[in-house]
Structures are given as structure tokens and as C-alpha cells.
Antibody
Framework: EVQLVESGGGLVKPGSSLKLSCVASGFTFSSYGMHWIRQAPKKGLEWIALIYYDSSNKYYADSVKGRFTISRDNSKNTLYLEMNSLRSEDTAMYYC???????????WGQGVMVTVSS | DIQMTQSPSFLSASVGERVTLSCRAS??????LDWYQQKLGEAPKLLIYNTNNLHTGIPSRFSGSGSGTDYTLTISSLQPEDVATYFCLQRNSWYTFGAGTKLELK
């Protein structure tokens, strides 16, 4: 059974940093690209970052480019999202999602909440 | 950027009823359209990918159709466990989600 479990969220002040983790199980993590997607309270979902299976390519939404960094450690079956210079508009539930060979997202984690507030 | 407009935002229907949810793209998305179901407090679950392909383990009462800019998710006979929010995702040009349709029982 595929499982994705996010952690590392919390309440932080504007301008601070936070690093999210997503631990994967039930599939060969090192063979698949992975995404981060977020959903602000009472708002729609927003894709924010993609990393290829071998970390050879990384892509970001304009809203987080230069502030967020996606990475992975295939030896630990773990995906990361390092978030710097956090803003109130980054307040959201953050989800990791697995990317299939044919480019859709087939499994998501349950999400981790990040709140940026003074 | 491609915009996705989902309708209706809210839908109330009876058990056994046929339900149709819609997603309209601001430009042709070449059938790169997926549907997800999200229940309160749970991870989003893939229902349909590439417009009309049923994901593994999804009941056959769910189906998808469409082309160009207009896409539809149909539940042929609504069940109580289908109460959820449904959202679409276009993958033709990066990724854009619809705002969702909240489905409740009448």
C-alpha cells in the first residue's frame, strides 16, 4: 500500500524558515518524481514544486521560486521542502504527491499545516 | 496560465441520483484532465486520469468525459460514501486545479 506521510509543519513568524518532510512507503521511491502542492484556508489547491526521481530537474511555481527548495534523499525514501522567507500568504496545508510515469499524481499524503503569523 | 472553472461550487443530491460535475479550461487542455475526491481530513484520492481513465480500485459508478476545454465527472448512482469535495486538475501546461465542488446528500 502506498503511503506518504508529511511532517514538520507548525506556527512560525513571517520571515522565518521551516523544512517539511514526506516519508514514502509502499513503492520504489527512487523511481518516481514527486510534487509539493498546497491549499490555503478556504482557497483552492496550488501546485508549488516538482522534483524528478533522480533530482536531475526541479521546477517551482513563481509564487515560491527563490524562497522554497525541493529536495529528496532516495536512501531515506524522503522528500523535503525547505521554505525560507515565509510570508502570511504561505499559510496552507502542504501535501506531497507521487508522480506517475505518465505524468499524473496518483497518491497524496494527508498533508501538514503551516501557519505563518506574527 | 490556464484557468480552471468548476461548477457548481456546491451540489446537494439524493442517494441513487445521477450527478454531473463540470470543469472548464480557459484553453484547450488536450484531455490532460484528472479528477480527485477529498473527504474531510483525508488525503485527496485520484478518481479519473486523462479525462476518462478510472484509477485502480475506483468504483465503476464514477466516469469521466470531455475534450478541448470542457470536461465532466459523472457519478451514475450517488452513494452516501460519495459525500466529499471533488476537484479537477489540468496537466496540459503545468498544473492548475479547479476550486472544487462540494457534494452533499439531500
Amino acid at each position: 500500500e502506498v503511503q506518504l506521510v508529511e511532517s514538520g509543519g507548525g506556527l512560525v513568524k513571517p520571515g522565518s524558515s521551516l523544512k517539511l518532510s514526506c516519508v514514502a512507503s509502499g513503492f520504489t521511491f527512487s523511481s518516481y518524481g514527486m510534487h509539493w502542492i498546497r491549499q490555503a484556508p478556504k482557497k483552492g489547491l496550488e501546485w508549488i514544486a516538482l522534483i524528478y526521481y533522480d533530482s536531475s530537474n526541479k521546477y517551482y511555481a513563481d509564487s515560491v521560486k527563490g524562497r522554497f527548495t525541493i529536495s529528496r534523499d532516495n536512501s531515506k525514501n524522503t522528500l523535503y521542502l525547505e521554505m525560507n522567507s515565509l510570508r502570511s500568504e504561505d499559510t496552507a496545508m502542504y501535501y506531497c504527491a507521487k508522480w506517475t510515469d505518465t505524468y499524473y499524481f496518483d497518491y497524496w499524503g494527508q498533508g501538514v499545516m503551516v501557519t505563518v503569523s506574527s | 496560465d490556464i484557468q480552471m472553472t468548476q461548477s457548481p461550487s456546491f451540489l446537494s443530491a439524493s442517494v441513487g441520483e445521477r450527478v454531473t460535475l463540470s470543469c472548464r479550461a480557459s484553453q484547450n487542455i488536450n484531455k490532460y484532465l484528472d479528477w480527485y475526491q477529498q473527504k474531510l481530513g483525508e488525503a485527496p484520492k485520484l478518481l479519473i486520469y486523462n479525462t476518462n481513465n478510472l484509477h485502480t480500485g475506483i468504483p465503476s459508478r464514477f466516469s469521466g468525459s470531455g475534450s478541448g476545454t470542457d470536461y465532466t465527472l459523472t457519478i451514475s448512482s450517488l452513494q452516501p460514501e460519495d459525500v466529499a469535495t471533488y476537484f479537477c486538475l489540468q496537466r496540459n501546461s503545468w498544473y492548475t486545479f479547479g476550486a472544487g465542488t462540494k457534494l452533499e446528500l439531500k
